[in-house]
Nanobody, 123 residues
Framework: QVQLVESGGGLVQAGGSLRLSCAAS????????MGWFRQAPGKEREFVAT????????AYADSVKGRFRISRDGAKNTVYLQMNSLKPEDTAVYYC????????????????WGQGTQVTVSS
């Protein structure tokens, strides 16, 4: 059974940093794209970042470019999201997802999804 478990969320002041982790189990996802999405209260889920199969390529939403960095540890079957210079508008539930390609993930087409971790940025 495939499971994606996010961790690392919490409360941080504006300008601070957090690192989210998403541990995958049930199968190895090195040949899949992995990514992060977020959903703020009253808003639709939006794409944040993705990393390609075999770690070839990354892509970011314009709103986080230069502040967030996605990475993957294949040995641990884990994907990370380093979030720096956090802003109150980054407050959301952050979800990890797995998809066949970066392009499909960017469109929200994930094969597996985690349950989410809350990130709250205070001003």
């Amino acid at each position: 059974q495939v499971q994606l478990v996010e961790s690392g969320g919490g409360l941080v002041q504006a300008g601070g940093s957090l690192r989210l982790s998403c541990a995958a189990s049930g199968r190895t996802f090195s040949t899949y794209a992995m990514g992060w999405f977020r959903q703020a209260p009253g808003k639709e889920r939006e794409f944040v970042a993705t990393i390609g199969r075999n770690d070839i390529g990354t892509a970011y939403a314009d709103s986080v470019k230069g502040r967030f960095r996605i990475s993957r540890d294949g040995a641990k079957n884990t994907v990370y999201l380093q979030m720096n210079s956090l802003k109150p508008e980054d407050t959301a539930v952050y979800y990890c997802a797995v998809g066949t390609t970066m392009a499909r993930l960017r469109l929200g087409s994930g094969d597996y999804w985690g349950q989410g971790t809350q990130v709250t940025v205070s001003s």
